[in-house]
């Protein structure tokens, strides 16, 4: 027996995995969680309380009038999980079917166990009475709550199912960059408040989901028909983001084409800078085969980028025409003439009209003027 918790231990991926595809083949996943790590914890829970009964010294747990099942390790797991799963609103009709599964995964697993027949019986048979125990342990729980007890539990259980989904929807709504979630058709089923302020001109958090809900009701209401609620739920993409239909397109058709790329649009006359990043949904039960976009307004960067480039261009610009009459420039102490780097002597005038931007204007001294031409400077 200290084998077979060996091999259920090492085999907890295999388990999962297992179970995961007859939920999947079987239609089970449309009620159960999206998420890896919620059917890793059935998996781990269930094979502790298997390994739980071997510790209890027992290969014979046989059925009787007069079995007990308060210290049994298999048949409180039953009961906690009628608890659980009673309380989310599932059927017992609905958790005994997907527990039958789980059952054959664990003898599938045996029967491929390199272990000698007799061994491999003995585990056979003691993982049937365990289920055998943990089913009784679960319907006895799931039916003994009276028919009022079960209603206030449902509604326990609602309120705070109600709340833990307004703290995600409060999270999705606090993001500072633009999210918008699609659906498997890429129809927009959400879409955040930096998003609708964006897009949609809208400021209210929430808006696009309590609006869209609303009205869903209401045109439920008038037509009676699922299908027309649940076409008017969600707009296409191509309507609200036109200039990302064609790459959404792309990423649904190939998982593995570029999920990141920047994109230039106008909104409201004025150039806008986007990074976009795609990412489809993990959900391991494929109920939600939707897209999530992410994008980032970088315009605010991307213009501070531009001033930055202007005013590097700017200072290089000024430093090269500094640079040009800069250093030793040899000079005639007679007629000052300038001699250049290839040896030719110029005027001053023109060496410095070549070398910078300065013009010259032609005018006199005082002390020329006095020279030159006396009889224009006045007397006394």
């Not at 159960?32 to 009964?53: F, Q």
């Not at 342990?137 to 989904?165: D, F």
Request: aromatic share 10%; proline share 3%.
């Amino acid at each position: 027996m200290n084998e077979l918790i060996d091999i259920l231990n090492e085999n907890e991926e295999w388990l999962m995995e297992r179970i995961l595809a007859y939920a999947t083949v079987h239609d089970y996943t449309k009620y159960t969680s999206t998420l890896k790590e919620a059917w890793r914890l059935s998996i781990s829970g269930l094979t502790r309380s298997i390994t739980d009964e071997i510790g209890h010294h027992r290969t014979d747990i046989s059925l009787n009038p007069d079995a007990s099942f308060a210290d049994d390790p298999v048949a409180r797991f039953g009961i906690t999980e009628a608890r659980r799963h009673r309380e989310r609103g599932i059927d017992i009709g609905m958790f005994l079917g997907l527990l039958k599964y789980y059952r054959r995964t664990y003898k599938e697993l045996i029967a491929a166990a390199e272990a000698d027949s007799s061994a491999k019986n003995l585990w056979d048979q003691f993982i049937e009475q365990c289920f055998d125990r943990i089913e009784i342990g679960l319907c006895s729980e799931w039916t003994k709550v009276p028919a009022a007890e079960l209603i206030a539990q449902l509604q326990t259980r609602n309120r705070e199912m109600t709340n833990e989904k307004n703290k995600y929807l409060t999270v999705f709504e606090s993001q500072q960059d633009p999210i918008i979630l699609l659906d498997r058709h890429n129809r927009i089923d959400n879409i955040n408040k930096s998003a609708a302020e964006l897009f949609l001109k809208s400021s209210e958090p929430g808006a696009q989901y309590y609006y869209l809900l609303e009205e869903s009701y209401q045109r439920s209401e008038e037509s009676g028909s699922e299908q027309d609620l649940e076409f008017f739920r969600h707009v296409a993409i191509e309507k609200l983001l036109p200039w990302l239909a064609s790459e959404i397109r792309d990423f649904k058709a190939d998982p593995h084409v570029k999920t990141r790329f920047e994109k230039v649009i106008a909104i409201s006359g004025n150039d806008r800078y986007f990074s976009v990043k795609l990412s489809g949904m993990l959900d391991i039960s494929k109920k939600y085969k939707g897209t999530i976009i992410h994008i980032e307004d970088r315009t605010l960067l991307r213009n501070a980028e531009k001033e930055r480039e202007k005013l590097i261009a700017d200072l290089k610009k000024a430093l090269t025409e500094v640079r040009r009459l800069s250093g030793l420039l040899p000079i005639c102490s007679f007629c000052k003439k300038i001699r250049d780097d290839k040896g030719y002597w110029s005027q001053l005038e023109s060496y410095i009209s070549e070398h910078s931007d300065a013009q010259f204007s032609h005018g006199l001294c005082p002390e020329c003027l006095k020279e030159h031409y006396p009889e224009f400077v006045k007397k006394g």
